[in-house]
Every structure is written in structure tokens, then in C-alpha cells.
């Protein structure tokens, strides 16, 4: 089966696509999932809905006709990106847009993404796996994060070899995934990578050019690392309702700092957040649009006593891995599989995650299967 994968994080500058075929074969100590990695790329927001989905974010309140017409345009644009990729595909598994994720106390009450699946289907023809988050919220969990699916069986080689291993994404919220010999896996988000960057910088610093010119602020760092969410114990999750571009104004106490110095603390407050979270691990695999800032690798080579890589040496490309990570979400609705991973999200079991929106192939072919492969080929 060949899965259209596709993902729209915190950063929300685009759409990440990737196409994967998936088979399944019998090893020796269980099955083999084999995935073929297609034709795969990102595919920019449009700059008027850009500006617009970014006005209506928290600490906004946009009225329902902003929502109802971002649904659609971000679904027409979502549509227009699939519509484009020049390879055939059964199925299409369309995360969307994460607008709001309603948290309190702790605890995931509801999360909202937008862009309309039938938009998608319409313009190719194809079912479309949706909403993935949902199910798993109304079991008890957090409704993220959702690529340990991927992660565990990417980090199975180096746990088999004794090693406890985490894969790292950097978008605009981090996120990490630990397996270790013998232990449940764990996942959860670390705090802001580049979102508050972003904000600071008046658009994206991803080369690292800003935060290099600059000097680290000791007291607005100091502030920042105060923030209760890193102390609270996973599973737990966030976003830009908490770590909006108003977040910083209320810890400077009226101060004004260069650009530089301000986009130069807030990148070390994602190396302290992240080393903090990942202490104690062996090696860590990055992925997402931060692996671009070679000031934000640096300070975590410096700061993590661990082996660094990217996931491209794992075979799985950097900029696209949660777009492969949602291709196999829709493989798993597909055959009947849980999707998410109740010791990471804290759901109350494994749920099937998504609905189906038919495309004028009706729906896809499922085949019910009993439990995931234990290995995993990629190419």
C-alpha cells in the first residue's frame, strides 16, 4: 500500500509530503515492515494564508467565520499540494493544521486541526485519513505526541544493541521520544524549539545567523527556565497557547534587548530544555527544521553526552520524517493497528486513530492485523 503522508507543524510555514510504500514480510523474531520512501518535499503556505492563520493563533480569539475559512483554505491548499505530487498513492493521511490544543491542569481536554479533508479527496480522487489526534484524547491521553510510532521501531537497533536511545524533532514546539532496554517507551514535548525563535526574529532564523551575532541575556534566561511546564513529569504536551509571541514581553520587566541578544537566549533556552529532557541517553537522533540552525546543534553537542545524528543517516530525511511518521499513522488505520502509544501519550490503551473521508475510489482496502512488526526497512 502507498500512503501520502502529510504535515503541518507549530512552525506553520508549510506542508510536509512524503510518499511511502508499505509491505509487510516474516523475519526471524517477528514480522518486517518494509518502507519504501517515494517522492517527498515541503510545499509552502501561500503568504496571505500564512499571515492569516498566524494572526488567528493564541493568543488570539478569532470568531468562527475565521475559523470556518481557514478550515477550508488551509484544506484547498493541503488539496493543491497533493494534487501536485507526481506519484500514485492509495491512500492519503493528512494531519492538518494544529491550531489550538486545549490543555488544563495538565491534562488534554480537546485539540483542534484544521483543513477540511474533503478538499483533499475531491482534488484526488483518494480516501483520506484525518483528525488523528482526537481518539486519543477522549482515552485519556494527550493526544500527542503521535511519531513514537515511528520512532520505536527507528530507534529498535540501537535499544537491541543495549543503548537507550531518543530521536529529537525540532519544529516549532520539541518533542522527544526515549527507548530504553527493558523499558515502556516514553514521549513528550520539551518546550519551544523554534516558535519563540521564530517570533523573536520577526519570521525564521534557521540558519542560526541571528543567534550568532548575539550574547546570551543570564537574567531572561533565568526567567524563562522558571517556567512550570518543564518541571511538570510526561506525559505532557504544548504549544503555542502557552509559548506564544507575547510570552517573552511579560519575563523583561520592561527591558529591551538587540534582536540578536533576544533570538540568541531564546535558542539556549531550547538547548538547556532539551539536554535537561535528555539526560542520561545514549544517542540522539534530530529531525525537523532546527537540524538547519548550526548554532542550535552546536549548543546541544555541547551540552548532551551523547552521540548526535540526523535521521537522514537513519534513512529517514530530516525535513520530512513527521510526514513519513503520518504516512505510517494512515498505513496503521489501514490494516486496523493502534496508533498511538499509550505510554507516551497516557491513553488508557492503543486506539485505531483518524476517520475517513471517502474519495471517489471509495474507501481504502483494510486488512485487520493482529500486532505491529518488530523490525523495520527503510529505503
Not at 543567534?211 to 504544548?238: I, M, Q
Not at 541578544?261 to 529532557?277: H, N, S
Amino acid at each position: 500500500m502507498r500512503v501520502l503522508g502529510m504535515m503541518s507543524g507549530t512552525s506553520h510555514d508549510g506542508i510536509d509530503v512524503a510518499v511511502v510504500e508499505f509491505s509487510e514480510t516474516e523475519g526471524p523474531d517477528g514480522g518486517v515492515l518494509r518502507a519504501r520512501l517515494g517522492e517527498r518535499g515541503s510545499v509552502p503556505y501561500s503568504p496571505s494564508l500564512r499571515a492569516d492563520l498566524v494572526a488567528a493563533l493564541p493568543p488570539a480569539r478569532p470568531g468562527l467565520e475565521q475559523v470556518c475559512a481557514l478550515d477550508v483554505r488551509i484544506g484547498q491548499e493541503f488539496a493543491a499540494a497533493a494534487a501536485a505530487v507526481g506519484e500514485e498513492y492509495d491512500l492519503v493521511c493528512s494531519h492538518g493544521q494544529t491550531v489550538f490544543h486545549w490543555v488544563e491542569g495538565g491534562q488534554a481536554r480537546g485539540t483542534l486541526q484544521l483543513g477540511q479533508p474533503a478538499w483533499i479527496a475531491e482534488a484526488t480522487g483518494r480516501p483520506v485519513v484525518s483528525d488523528l489526534r482526537t481518539a486519543d484524547v477522549a482515552a485519556g491521553g494527550q493526544g500527542a505526541p503521535l511519531v513514537p510510532l515511528l520512532d520505536g521501531l527507528l530507534l529498535a537497533p540501537f535499544v537491541e544493541r543495549g543503548l537507550t536511545a531518543a530521536a529529537l524533532n525540532l519544529g516549532g514546539i520539541a518533542n522527544v521520544t526515549v527507548c530504553a532496554p527493558g523499558e515502556p517507551v516514553r514521549a513528550w514535548d520539551t518546550g519551544p524549539a523554534n516558535a519563540l525563535v521564530d517570533a523573536a526574529a520577526g519570521g525564521i532564523d534557521r540558519d542560526g545567523r541571528l543567534a550568532a551575532s548575539g550574547t546570551v541575556d543570564v537574567k531572561l534566561l533565568a526567567a524563562l527556565l522558571a517556567e512550570p511546564f518543564y518541571a511538570r513529569t510526561p506525559p505532557k504536551t504544548t504549544g503555542k497557547e502557552l509559548f506564544h509571541p507575547g510570552y517573552v514581553d511579560g519575563l523583561l520587566d520592561g527591558r529591551v534587548l538587540r534582536p540578536a541578544d533576544l533570538v540568541a537566549t531564546l535558542t539556549e533556552l531550547t538547548v538547556r530544555t532539551v539536554a535537561d529532557a535528555l539526560a542520561g541517553v545514549d544517542v540522539v537522533v534530530v529531525s525537523g527544521g532546527g537540524v538547519r540552525n548550526p548554532v542550535l546543534l552546536a549548543g546541544l553537542q555541547r551540552e548532551l553526552r551523547a552521540r548526535v545524528v540526523l535521521s537522514d543517516d537513519l534513512g529517514c530525511p530530516a525535513g520530512e520524517k513527521e510526514a513519513v511518521a503520518f504516512a505510517l499513522l494512515g498505513y496503521a488505520f489501514a490494516t486496523g493497528r493502534p496508533g498511538n502509544v499509550p505510554s507516551c501519550t497516557g491513553a488508557r490503551g492503543g486506539r485505531v486513530l483518524g476517520r475517513v473521508t471517502p474519495g471517489r475510489s471509495g474507501l481504502p482496502a483494510t486488512t485487520r492485523s493482529e500486532r505491529w512488526p518488530t523490525a523495520l526497512h527503510l529505503s
